[in-house]
């Protein structure tokens, strides 16, 4: 019987192939080994994947299949080639190694290899391809000077401006393509409008930070960092890569850095840089810095610790999604020179107000405004306000930078005045005080290291019996402990405020300003300094108050946190997703003094290695979404959230009709979370109509390896708690829970359509906000999307260049299934035109996209 299978299988070779896509074959390629497959029973390409992976050990971690001809195949498209496709004459299978990202050759035009970049979209213009190279092949001194032009396919050189509007793929040459130097041109010089401008060395406000050696490193003879104020500070341009905390390669420091919302500020930003580098500011902008092959996280955190000034750009979502919270916290920990650019119609911003207390703001509207104050309520042209403009006028752009810089200037004056005198004391406040080491993400680097002793308890006067009772726990272990609590007895003009939780908590913002207010958030600033952990008394109390959210996000990101769970009650979105993936302690268990104890204890002393759980869960969670990047085709993705079930008479029709609509756009891929209802109905509309066009599906599910919970009413879970796959599309498997497939996701894609769900369903549309995303709400169905289980309120504010018609078609009743599906495609399509989203940054969470105004999906 063995013989009769073995006769009836075919034995075939495998081989590695190169990037080279010509039909002549160089022997090039690398032989894998073979496999033994039987030809009658494997069918499709998708199939003989299975096999390689059971019969062959040495393969690429990430690969796609070649045809017999040499061309490379999409995933999508494995499931409709035969294996006939991929076998060549000679029985020979070639598969080629995917990055996720096109590797583009540079060939001189004498012919000379000269490298490759790695770079993220064809259709990107040629200038990006430029700033990639100067980016990825620093080493090659022929581009170390900026006189080379590309050449196209007739071997014309492109000036500044065709490069501007030629695409990558109109230069391409096989996988290469052809630039010329001066010395083979005859090229004398060439005006470059890349590059960096020129500093001015009048600008930069000096260094609030210095590396010193801890006595551990000195006796260890290892190079630990730590960071503290100096007595005298040397000018920032000083600072060298190695004193950073944030290790990159050669990315050049800027001036200017500009923090912003993408979702509310992408035009701002380009009108701003713009506006700067008009008057030789070299300003940071992550979508005109991030290139194809860089690590996004480590770019951005290295840019904000290298940067001179911190310019955010304060729209109503700043600080409330999770990259905005990061770097305005990381600015703060650094004690950069910060100048707020105030969109709001109050400031400061409601969940950063500790941060921007000591902080004078620049109205957007300056030019507009004879008057702008440092501090309490100001209701002047905020974009929240009634007019609901969007618009920044070129006036007011150019006002702001000319003040910009004003006092950037200013503030080098006074610390050029200061150098060898006495520390400027009013300055000193008007900043706010850094800490003594670094985020905890950077924690890891420094292992055993001295840290501040004392305890912060933070609570709800609701809990200030607790409070004291937790005061007097720690303290009975030598602690030296300080609640929150007692910012209530700070005086204001000479008198002692009694326990008015109406002043000091949940104050309204027209009283943020005051004098008492910006004592208590000082005192505050200056305890966290001295602070080594912060206890977090969770109460329904404290979830509801404002103050106690300000402090959390305050806290989170700069100290060590232990949650401290008091009573049984729902717990917000913002407080979860600040909080993360810390251990919660709970007052319900008998032994939670001695584990908190424990816990406070080790935060404090100074001989624990660090708790890196966190840390790893961050890395694991990064890596999967790196993963699915890598998976996923480089068409625009949409997610899709809501119920397994039900409840609404119209939703069943209503994603029907989404599907249809959706399939229309034929560079767009529909990814579900692989459970039954809404997910699926609309994948499989979506699936089916596509599949009628003749075109290519592009439908995805992402499911975790398996769940805990028994998840089998709501998608195909096995008995042992992993998940099947989905009848149709591709599947894709990543995370260890269904939470964590949430996070996951909410960070791979601009964008969420969420029909109907439950508290699952808006977690998840808490974690797309919190990643700075948009969630598109078919608000008529109910459930999560009509606004329950406390999904952000932010999901229901029209996103910038969408039709207001199209927005409110989904919250009407009366709305039909065919209407609401026009409206989702439209407003797909227009924000997909606009700034405020790419579509799909899952070309890579790390390599985000570069904005591009015009780009857009188009219909078949």
């Not at 004193?243 to 850095?257: F, V, Y």
Request: a negative charge; aromatic letters at 8%.
């Amino acid at each position: 019987m063995e013989e009769e299978d073995s006769a009836e299988a075919s034995v075939l070779g495998i081989c590695l192939a190169s990037e080279t896509y010509t039909s002549q074959f160089n022997g090039q390629d690398t032989v894998l080994g073979s496999i033994l497959v039987d030809l009658m029973t494997i069918k499709s390409v998708q199939d003989l994947r299975g096999t390689l992976q059971e019969q062959l050990d040495t393969l690429p971690e990430v690969y796609r299949f070649l045809t017999k001809q040499r061309w490379p195949l999409k995933l999508d498209q494995e499931e409709k080639f035969s294996v006939k496709h991929v076998i060549d004459s000679e029985g020979i299978i070639r598969i080629q190694s995917h990055h996720g990202q096109r590797k583009v050759g540079i060939v001189s035009g004498a012919g000379k290899a000269l490298g490759f970049v790695f770079f993220s979209d064809l259709n990107l213009k040629v200038s990006h391809l430029r700033k990639a190279i100067n980016f990825q092949l620093t080493e090659v001194k022929e581009f170390w000077n900026n006189s080379w032009v590309f050449l196209d396919n007739n071997s014309w050189p492109l000036s500044s401006k065709q490069e501007e509007a030629i695409a990558v793929l109109e230069v391409l040459c096989n996988s290469s393509v052809r630039v010329q130097f001066g010395a083979e041109g005859g090229i004398t010089e060439r005006v470059e409008e890349h590059t960096t401008p020129t500093k001015d060395s009048s600008l930069s406000p000096p260094a609030k930070i210095q590396r010193v050696q801890s006595p551990s490193s000195i006796s260890s003879g290892e190079d630990v960092q730590c960071y503290t104020q100096p007595h005298t500070m040397a000018p920032m341009h000083s600072i060298t890569e190695a004193d950073s905390p944030i290790k990159t390669n050669s990315q050049p420091a800027k001036q200017i850095l500009i923090s912003y919302v993408r979702a509310e500020a992408s035009e701002y930003a380009l009108d701003l840089k713009a506006e700067l580098e008009n008057r030789n500011i070299s300003v940071y902008l992550d979508v005109h810095e991030i290139f194809g092959g860089t690590d996004w996280q480590d770019s951005l955190n290295y840019a904000v610790s290298n940067c001179e000034v911190f310019v955010p750009l304060v729209t109503p979502r700043y600080g409330e999604t999770q990259w905005t919270n990061r770097e305005i916290k990381l600015a703060d920990v650094l004690n950069k020179y910060i100048v707020p650019i105030s969109f709001l119609k109050y400031w400061p911003p409601r969940c950063l107000a500790i941060q921007f207390a000591t902080t004078q703001f620049i109205n957007w509207k300056l030019a507009s405004c004879s008057k702008y104050s440092a501090h309490g309520s100001h209701a002047v042209n905020g974009i929240d306000s009634a007019d609901g403009g969007f618009s920044w006028d070129r006036p007011d752009v150019v006002a702001v930078s000319k003040e910009i810089v004003r006092r950037c200037k200013r503030e080098a004056k006074k610390n050029e005045k200061n150098a060898s005198g006495k520390p400027n004391q009013l300055n000193r406040l008007s900043r706010g005080f850094s800490t003594m080491f670094p985020l905890k993400a950077m924690d890891h680097i420094d292992g055993v290291r001295d840290r501040p002793s004392l305890v912060i308890i933070s609570a709800h006067p609701a809990q200030e019996a607790f409070a004291e009772e937790l005061k007097e726990l720690f303290e009975s272990e030598n602690l030296q402990v300080w609640t929150t609590l007692e910012l209530i007895k700070v005086e204001e003009n000479g008198e002692v405020h009694s326990d008015d939780t109406d002043i000091i908590l949940d104050s309204q913002q027209d009283n943020i300003g005051s004098s008492s207010q910006y004592n208590r958030e000082l005192i505050f600033q200056q305890k966290v300094e001295e602070a080594g952990v912060i206890v977090f008394v969770l109460s329904k109390s404290f979830a509801e108050s404002g103050t106690c959210k300000q402090q959390v996000y305050y806290c989170e990101q700069r100290k060590q946190v232990v949650p401290l769970k008091f009573e049984a009650f729902e717990m917000p979105g913002w407080m979860s997703l600040l909080i993360g993936t810390n251990t919660f302690e709970d007052v319900q268990r008998t032994d939670y003094r001695t584990t908190l104890l424990n816990r406070v204890s080790r935060a404090v002393s100074s001989d624990t290695v660090e708790d890196t759980a966190e840390f790893a869960k961050e890395v694991e969670i990064n890596a999967s979404v790196q993963f699915i990047c890598q998976k996923l085709p480089s068409a625009g993705c949409v997610y899709i959230a809501g119920g397994t079930k039900f409840f609404y008479e119209k939703s069943a029709d209503i994603c029907k009709c989404i599907g249809e609509s959706l399939a229309e756009l034929s560079n767009l891929s529909v990814v579900t979370g692989g459970f039954y209802g809404v997910g699926e109905t609309i994948s499989f509309s979506f699936y089916e109509s596509r599949k009628n066009q003749g075109k290519e599906t592009n439908v995805w599910h992402i499911l975790p390896v398996r769940d805990d919970q028994d998840r089998s009413a709501q998608g195909r879970q096995n008995s042992d708690k992993t998940f099947q796959k989905v009848p149709f599309g591709q599947t894709i498997y990543c995370g260890e829970s269904v939470r964590q497939r949430e996070t996951i996701v909410s960070r791979v894609f601009d964008i969420c359509i969420l029909v109907e769900g439950g508290p699952g369903a808006a977690h998840e549309a808490e974690e797309f906000t919190w990643s700075d995303h948009t969630v598109i709400p078919v608000k008529c169905t109910g459930g999560a999307a009509g606004g329950k289980f406390k999904v952000p309120e932010k999901i229901f504010e029209v996103p910038p260049g969408v039709d207001a018609l199209d927005w409110h078609c989904l919250g009407k009743r009366e709305s039909t299934p065919e209407e609401i599906g026009k409206a989702v495609k439209s407003i797909v399509i227009a924000l997909s035109k606009g700034a405020a989203s790419q579509v799909t940054c899952q070309k890579s969470f790390y390599k985000r996209p570069a904005i591009s105004r015009t780009r857009s999906l188009s219909s078949s």
